[in-house]
């Protein structure tokens, strides 16, 4: 089966470098890469929304996603699977960008944008829908770089979804839990 996702993701990630690449297209796709580099648009985004009170809430699950998404994707399940870049694996895939550390999946970058759009998501389905757009643009750009296997860009918004959605289960229970304490007393 690994045999079978690795040979696949080969084809895929070999079909997407050598037929969709151009260089109109090229510094584009690295813009929107790195808009995903340490998630800075997701923190900059949950901080901004932490400003108003209306809006608090939603940057707060975001913040907790992205945290959460940092502690079990890039620094628990990476170097657990200890997964090599594809260009290293492979030599004909050249990538546009230095991928940031050696491990592959989850993606990073991937997984920091669906927890941060999920998290919005959950919030204001408007601006969730356009988070959500971004961070699909951020995972395909990650296979156009040529720094990860569509199974990582995969992998990194599943985990992405179910880590926002937890964090916006945990932050409605603890605001909530800490809104009824005010009304007791």
């Known amino acids: 089966m690994i045999e079978w996702i690795q040979g ?8 997407i470098v050598t037929s969709l690449r151009h260089t109109i297209l090229d ?19 949950s901080l901004i929304l932490l400003i108003r009170p209306k809006t ?44 940031g550390d050696v491990y592959s999946f989850p993606s990073g970058h991937t997984l920091s944008s669906f927890c941060a759009a999920t998290a919005c998501l959950c919030y204001f389905p408007k601006g969730g ?8 643009l951020i995972g395909l750009s990650r296979l156009y770089v040529g720094v990860h296997y569509p ?3 995969l992998g990194g918004a599943l985990l992405g979804i179910l880590i926002g959605l937890i964090s916006v ?11 009824f304490e005010r ?3």
């Open 56 to 99: 608090r809430r939603c940057g707060l699950a975001m913040l907790t996603a992205l945290l959460l998404g940092l502690l079990i994707g890039n620094f628990g399940i990476k170097n657990i699977v200890a997964r090599s870049r594809p260009f290293v694996t492979y030599s004909e895939i050249v990538p546009l960008v230095h991928p």
């Open 8 to 15: 696949f993701d080969y084809t895929m990630l070999s079909w």
């Open 129 to 136: 829908a356009a988070c959500t757009l971004l961070a699909v």
């Open 183 to 185: 009304i007791r007393r």
């Open 151 to 153: 199974s990582d860009v």
């Open 27 to 45: 510094p584009i796709v690295v813009f929107i890469t790195s808009l995903g580099n340490a998630g800075i648009v997701w923190i900059v985004l």
């Open 169 to 179: 289960w945990l932050i409605n229970r603890i605001w909530d839990s800490v809104r």
